[in-house]
T-cell receptor, first 114, second 114 residues
Framework: DAGVIQSPRHEVTEMGQEVTLRCKPI?????LFWYRQTMMRGLELLIY????????DSGMPEDRFSAKMPNASFSTLKIQPSEPRDSAVYFC????????????FGQGTRLTVV | KNQVEQSPQSLIILEGKNCTLQ??????????LRWYKQDTGRGPVSLTI?????NTKSNGRYTATLDADTKQSSLHITASQLSDSASYIC?????????????FGQGTILTVHP
């Protein structure tokens, strides 16, 4: 397996534009997590899914953020409209049902909103 | 509120020396504690996972300890190498109704000098 795959690796967009980040979890993993990482706040959980169902989205900062998981092999995180303060590295991670197993992270998407 | 606090924020050591990183948490109910290593520009990679009943776990030159009573963990690195330079992140996984949810510490940035 190629691991968790995120795209794009880098995204530069203008304020007000819609941004869509994509994630392909490891096959067979039942949990999928979206995180945001900044220098100031470190890693923050935005939302996580179990079997494609959103379980906890309390970390989603505003209504401008939305996440979907239409099937077990694909998830998106959308920001509309984007703002400069959304600039960060966004990570997707996945893990097996059993919590006592490690979560595997993707390489991240570095988002810059200008 | 579930929190994970790490210390020190940053650490500089000479190659070949040992070091210990600390992690205190308030996550409850507790499921497991993980230490991740994050190289610059890459996603975190798991070093160890420890459940409630485990006090010590080793992975090569990395040894993690866990005191579930005091809610403290440490990561000891023996005979450091230049490649150990990275951010080390303590992550606690919740149980109960928050099953699967991860809370991240801010990380300790370790720099190993020759």
């Amino acid at each position: 397996d190629a691991g968790v795959i995120q795209s794009p690796r880098h995204e530069v967009t203008e304020m007000g534009q819609e941004v869509t980040l994509r994630c392909k979890p490891i096959s067979g993993h039942d949990y999928l997590f979206w995180y945001r990482q900044t220098m100031m706040r470190g890693l923050e959980l935005l939302i996580y899914f179990n079997n494609n169902v959103p379980i906890d989205d309390s970390g989603m900062p505003e209504d401008r953020f939305s996440a979907k998981m239409p099937n077990a092999s694909f998830s998106t995180l959308k920001i509309q409209p984007s703002e400069p303060r959304d600039s960060a590295v966004y990570f997707c991670a996945s893990s097996f049902t059993q919590v006592e197993t490690e979560a595997f992270f993707g390489q991240g998407t570095r988002l810059t909103v200008v | 509120k579930n929190q994970v606090e790490q210390s020190p924020q940053s650490l500089i050591i000479l190659e070949g020396k040992n070091c210990t990183l600390q992690c205190n948490y308030t996550v409850s109910p507790f499921s497991n504690l993980r230490w991740y290593k994050q190289d610059t520009g890459r996603g975190p990679v798991s070093l160890t996972i420890m459940t409630f009943s485990e006090n010590t776990k080793s992975n090569g030159r990395y040894t993690a300890t866990l005191d579930a009573d005091t809610k403290q963990s440490s990561l000891h690195i023996t005979a450091s190498q230049l490649s150990d330079s990275a951010s080390y992140i303590c992550v606690v996984s919740a149980g109960g109704t928050s099953y699967g949810k991860l809370t991240f510490g801010q990380g300790t940035i370790l720099t190993v000098h020759p």
